[in-house]
C-alpha cells in the first residue's frame, strides 16, 4: 500500500469515527438524557462525565483528520480546478467540525458549568443546535471525501 493511499483510508475513518460520534451525541445521548431527566434539573454531571470519555476521541479523530488531509495535499495536490474546488469546500467543512468544537470547549462548557438549571438548558439548546450543524459538516466532509478518493482528484 503506498503512502497516499494509506493516508486516505485513514482520512476516510476519521471522517467516519467522528461523524459517529456525534451522531450518536446529537441524535441518541443528548435527547435521551433530556427525555430521562425531564424538568428534574440540568445534568451536568452526567454531561460532564459523558464530555469527558468523548472529547480525547473527539480530537483525536479531528486532529487525524486535519494531519492526513494536509498530507494527502502534498502528495497527491488537486490536478484541476474542480478539485481544488472539492478540497476547499472540504477544508471548510473541517474547520466548522473544529470551530464548533472549540468553541463548545472554550466557550459553552464553562458556561454551563456555572449556570443555574434554567440558564443550563438554555446554553444547552445552542450547544445542540451547533452539534447538528457539526453532525452536517461531518457528513458533507466524508461525501466529498468519498468522492475525492472515487475520482482520484
Not at 480525547?56 to 484541476?80: E, H, N, Q
Not at 473541517?94 to 472549540?102: D, F, I, Q, S
Not at 453532525?135 to 482528484?153: N, P, S, Y
Request: aromatic residues 12%.
Amino acid at each position: 500500500m503506498k503512502v497516499d493511499d494509506f493516508l486516505l483510508t485513514m482520512n476516510l475513518l476519521a471522517n467516519a469515527f467522528v461523524t459517529g460520534g456525534v451522531f450518536m451525541n446529537v441524535f441518541v445521548v443528548w435527547p435521551a438524557a433530556r427525555e430521562t431527566l425531564g424538568q428534574r434539573g440540568f445534568p451536568l454531571e452526567f454531561l460532564a462525565m459523558q464530555g469527558k470519555r468523548i472529547a480525547p476521541w473527539l480530537y483525536t479523530g479531528l486532529l487525524m483528520l486535519l494531519l492526513t488531509s494536509v498530507g494527502l495535499l502534498f502528495l497527491r495536490p488537486p490536478a484541476s480546478t474542480s478539485a481544488t474546488l472539492l478540497l476547499l469546500t472540504r477544508l471548510t467543512l473541517v474547520l466548522g467540525m473544529l470551530g464548533n468544537t472549540l468553541y463548545g470547549t472554550l466557550r459553552t462548557w464553562p458556561a454551563i458549568q456555572f449556570s443555574t438549571d434554567t440558564e443550563g438548558w438554555g446554553l444547552w439548546a445552542g450547544y445542540a443546535k451547533r452539534g447538528r450543524a457539526m453532525f452536517a459538516c461531518a457528513v458533507g466532509a466524508f461525501i466529498l471525501g468519498t468522492q475525492a478518493a472515487i475520482h482520484r482528484f
